[in-house]
């Protein structure tokens, strides 16, 4: 039983509020939440110019960033407001022009081959890779479902034939290389055959899009919910590919639900798209992605996708949190779905979102590690450990299993490089991924993991990668010592990598510590590279450097290595035993100090990303480096100190010294003990036993005194200033 | 007549709004307004904390940064706001900290010599500089006059043979080479003392303030508004300065007016002090104040000497921009001014700041020259061209004559390094001025204007540069052809230079071209470089550059180059004759490209500061350098054009080329003429004459058509892709 699709994202709201398709003569006087009313006049706005600009639907020619790229984005942005346009205003021109529109694609389509700009991707037909004609066709198809009953029988015949359905033609049985993959790729490709489907009444493409072009359900819509998303809804490749995903998914789901309510989506493989929705919230600091794999890290929740997804999902639970989401964004969307979400966040019934510290299991089984994510207080802005110890993330992933990033009200201080790519910047090779993604973006010492004699992880190849699991070991969300403990085996021949990082909130202090014990043990002896990647400016060290002043060298030849500029080298040599080394930098308006316990003999690089560039594509971003040569196994020891804070304003600064003064590392038993010492002598030791069974109970001495503790981490209060 | 200082900048609201000191023991029940209110409450957070404390006091010691630095800026705005909560709230709570702090000074101070982490600058008593002794005394003595009344005479006579009197003696006649100057930090040293000495009733030191020690008016706060202001209100130091200068200025000019209303200090010397405050509004962007010569660029109208200096000019003039400015700060003053203006904006009275072009003359008698402001709309945050053609600008100058800077929507374009010092971080040389500040950021190659020979304009030395000023030979403010153009001969014994920097609107462009033509004309043979400092990521040039990938070296030994490391060279021979070369950038969401018609032979050098920097004390930022040798004269026609857009959120990129397609100088006759060719074939002529006369007729042929203009500038449509 087909609906029409001018009800499809209605069904998502509640019955009262859902909104027929007007008569086309009555111009709707009623008056709209403030949201919902600044994107009707954006959709007015942009529509009236292009209906003032007249058609142009140009022979497709241009990459990403090229004008018939852009103007072909345009015109899909267009068919989608102008069609919602008329469905709340009943103006004929709005339908008009969207039929004009859809008329000139009907005439233009069926004459095109490939494009002509296609690459490596698989080609599209509008665009120069077939996932943006996906997305055309999702757009549109919402858009022409608004008029599509206000047509004449000829009008409607040319556009369902000559567009519509060859569109999802060419997208469904035209493109099974695309449509059969369980990728991001196919979603919207599902999407958009699925709504054209729904929207012709041909069952035949319902089917193919839900189960797969042989209908086995071995891939096509359902499959790719079993697969692309862990059972906490975090998806396989990471928060950029979540956010961009989530689209075709949620608005898919929605026509589905209002199609074939039977099928209860939303409840599917226990509200898995929901599940999405939230985690993909989760996984932003500040609104913005967490720039893990393949990620520009200028992507918010003020996108497109977003808009759709908070509208669907409120619908779907009246969840008020999704309302302070949309307080956020300052926008939703046209539908129906959006005006309701819109009327509510004007009656004043948002709720702020409950960040809170997450363990998102990562495979589709929840089997493949985790992204971890600690946070001690439950802000959008607030303290942040993001831990990545998923799988690989397929084609997107980076090598960068253990990984660690911190962010908090300053913004990102340990980071991540993110993607190397100028989206949309033709210039850029087209907008493309560029050729420094592979060779920088992507490397294991682009990020902060354990690098083991200059190669990256699974010697560069993701889809070794893809097939060994990161072993998520322990965690702990909650309380003043939050943590997780992890291990990767085989990133390395005969490397094994465990590494635990601990959130600890500690009395007196303003902000947590970061602690990090990383241990990798092999045979045979390596170079292992730990690397910190921050931001800012750095204040000083008690490190000496043998600085590369006049002359700057690069750091190797390959894996990344090539793409390090040295600003210079130092050694622990001059350190009293037990006596960490400690770099400064300032970010934003904050002290960081980054202390280290490195194993006996290490070195330190300071460094900065851009060398090797000949086309300037990199940023150029400091990171420091901590070296052991000629080991098989080596434990570092490192943590971070946020502290002070400068006020440009009031011109004060304070607390621009650590507090920190001491960090000591043994090994004792079967557990890594290290003590950490205060400005004053306060003296706190943290424990990790090497058994993280939740039962198991561990004891150290520490000073002469036994101190016990069960399951994975133990915390202590130690006297002041104690001998050691 | 002395009048006690609780009146003192009540005088300068109207009568009706004047407080006199509340009986202490009346709690005020009235409401303020809010902007009032949020001070009202952050006060009283503050001083409560302090209460909480208790008196802190400490032996001085440290440099800026330090504790007993933090701590002594602490007590002087807890005196200043615990007494204005005294007025306020008549709570006698608040009176007696504020006593019993003073109280603790007048016992410290007696005990003190020069500070001892003095350096090169004069030693004060609490602080390592006398400065900020001054800036303690001007605060406190604003505090004390609101409690003095209601002190035991004893306890009046120990603060103020203790702590005030001392404090004015040492920093009148115990420093004559300090309040002895023409420079800000007299004005703030003639500030304390003056204040003092009205509030003690002591003419001796309020002589001494307004006429010098010898109260001969050669020195003293009168001359310094005589001398250190331009007849514009543009300070000599710059923006930095005039921000930081501008409080000494206004509250004691409020004071004297409350004090000694028959001077007219407000109508001085033409309204100088009110003309200071709305020029140093003007001399900022978005807010943020222009880092010409020494200048932190973090620096912004929300520091507290701008609170002050808005509500006294407010309370002045009743001229309701300023309103929308106090709107912009979200702060005022604890003062009855401050009072007075937040009930006016929340009474709704504020009226947008007029941003507009402007010329602000340097020097005491508006002849050394100008700063160029040219605006094309009047917006804070819109198109700015800023043209630096003023004096030396003394100590804090910086060797940087006909220098220019870019604003727009995306923040500093074109930029200036500013200084180099982290202010107050003790880690950083006690957050002095660093040495780079130095041997980088004032040299003249860290400027976008002409260097001769890898030196730095009067050889570095700012005593001679303060002699010799610029010649602002013309400008238009208003028009869709902006300019300016000024010369500077001097700066290079035998080299003449002049330079033409013009704002063009064009139809049919949403920003403005910025048009550069700077000659350079000298005997002998030499090196001309004219960098261009950038902010943003490189895009693409159509430069073959030799790039250094793999081993960075060092531009030069000596004058900044020292500092900068070599990206790569490029020449403009594969150019044809007539041929501009490009630089694309894209900064923030806009791009912006770099036009050049250089000379015959000349090269492109891509560098980027931070070269030996032992301390990491530079921020690394791209600069392109153009380059002649062994010429006796060159011209450099250059064109930015800002273009295009990128939307992170919208995923879109348009207008990612540049517009402009051809740039083309000729000499002809007694003129410079520029055509511009924009991609379809539009051309448009700038020519600029030797002789900028208003009434001087100038005619010249293009394209065997004449075009005829009178002035300096002329600026004709020519046919499109005519003939050259």
Not at 592 to 603: E, F, I, L, N, T
């Amino acid at each position: 039983m087909m609906r029409s699709l001018a009800l499809l994202l209605a069904a998502a709201v509640p019955a009262t509020a859902a909104v027929a398709a007007p008569p086309p003569s009555a111009e709707h006087t009623r008056s709209y939440a403030p949201l919902f009313a600044a994107e009707v006049e954006a959709a007015k706005r942009d529509v009236e110019a292009s209906i003032r600009a007249g058609i142009n639907v140009p022979v497709p020619k241009d990459p990403g960033g090229g004008f018939t790229h852009e103007q072909h984005k345009r015109n899909y942005r267009i068919i989608f407001e102008g069609g919602q346009l008329y469905r709340l205003t009943g103006d004929v021109r709005y339908r008009d022009h969207v039929r004009d529109l859809l008329l000139a694609y009907a005439k233009l389509y069926p004459t095109l081959g490939p494009h002509p700009a296609a690459a490596n991707q698989a080609a599209g037909r509008l665009f120069w890779q077939s996932l943006n004609d996906s997305v055309f066709l999702v757009n549109a198809v919402q858009g022409y479902a608004q008029i599509r009953d206000a047509l004449t029988p000829a009008e409607r015949a040319r556009i369902d034939d000559g567009a519509i359905r060859p569109m999802a033609k060419f997208l469904s049985d035209g493109s099974p290389e695309v449509i059969g993959r369980i990728h991001n790729h196919a979603t919207w490709a599902c999407a958009g055959v699925g709504l054209a489907g729904y929207l012709l009444g041909d069952r035949d493409l319902v089917d193919k899009a839900l189960l797969g072009l042989d209908k086995s359900g071995k891939t096509g819509f359902l499959r790719q919910l079993d697969l692309l998303f862990s059972p906490d809804g975090y998806y396989a490749e990471g928060p950029y590919y979540q956010r961009y995903a989530l689209m075709p998914f949620v608005v898919f789901a929605a026509a589905i639900d209002a199609n074939e309510p039977q099928r209860k989506i939303f409840d599917y493989r226990g509200g898995i798209v929901l599940k999405a929705v939230r985690t993909a919230i989760d996984v932003t600091h500040d609104g913005y992605f967490l720039p893990i794999n393949d990620a520009m890290p200028d992507k918010s929740l003020r996108t497109d996708e977003l808009y759709h997804a908070v509208a669907i999902a409120y619908a779907a639970t009246r969840d008020p949190a999704f309302l302070s989401i949309a307080e956020g964004q300052g926008h939703t969307v046209l539908t129906p779905a959006g005006e309701a979400l819109a009327a509510d966040v004007a009656a004043g019934k948002a709720r702020p979102w409950p960040f809170a510290s997450r363990l998102l299991s990562d495979g589709p089984d929840g089997k493949g590690g985790a992204l971890v994510l600690l946070r001690d207080r439950p802000t959008a802005t607030g303290p942040l450990l993001v831990v990545k110890n998923t799988v690989q993330g397929m084609g997107h992933g980076h090598f960068d299993r253990l990984n660690w990033l911190y962010y908090d009200e300053t913004g990102a201080v340990v980071t991540d490089y993110g993607a190397a790519r100028f989206l949309n910047v033709e210039a850029k090779r087209g907008g493309r991924y560029l050729p420094e993604n592979d060779s920088w973006a992507s490397a294991t010492v682009a990020h902060n993991t354990l690098v083991v004699d200059e190669q990256s992880h699974f010697a560069g190849d993701w889809k070794v990668g893809e097939k060994v699991p990161t072993q998520q070991l322990a965690s702990r969300l909650d309380g003043p010592t939050r943590y997780s403990i992890a291990a990767i085996n085989g990133a390395y021949k005969g490397v094994a990598i465990r590494r635990a990082l601990l959130l600890l909130d500690i009395d007196g202090l303003g902000n947590p510590l970061i602690l990090d014990i990383l241990r990798g043990t092999g045979g045979g002896r390596h170079r292992f590279d730990l690397p910190l990647h921050f931001s800012g400016q750095i204040i000083d060290s008690d490190i000496v450097f043998d600085r590369k002043l006049a002359e700057r060298p690069v750091l190797g030849t390959a894996n990344g290595y090539q793409h390090l500029w040295v600003d210079g080298v130092g050694s622990a040599a001059d350190k009293a035993a037990g006596k960490a080394a400690r770099l400064t930098f300032m970010q934003g308006n904050r002290f960081y100090s980054y202390h280290m316990a490195p194993p006996a003999g290490a070195r330190f690089i300071l460094a900065e990303s851009g060398a090797n560039d000949p086309e300037f594509n990199l940023r150029r971003q400091p990171v420091l480096i901590q070296r052991i040569d000629g080991t098989d196994s080596a434990t570092f020891v490192s943590l971070l100190e946020p502290h002070g804070s400068y006020d440009a304003s009031a011109e004060t600064v304070v607390g621009s010294r650590a507090r920190v003064v001491g960090l000591d590392h043994r090994r004792l038993g079967d557990a890594d003990l290290v003590v950490i010492t205060l400005a004053g002598g306060r003296r706190l030791a943290v424990a990790v036993a090497d058994n993280v069974a939740a039962d198991a109970p561990h004891s150290v001495a520490i000073d002469g005194t036994a101190h016990s503790w069960t399951g994975a981490v133990g915390r202590f209060d130690l006297a002041k200033g104690g001998a050691k």
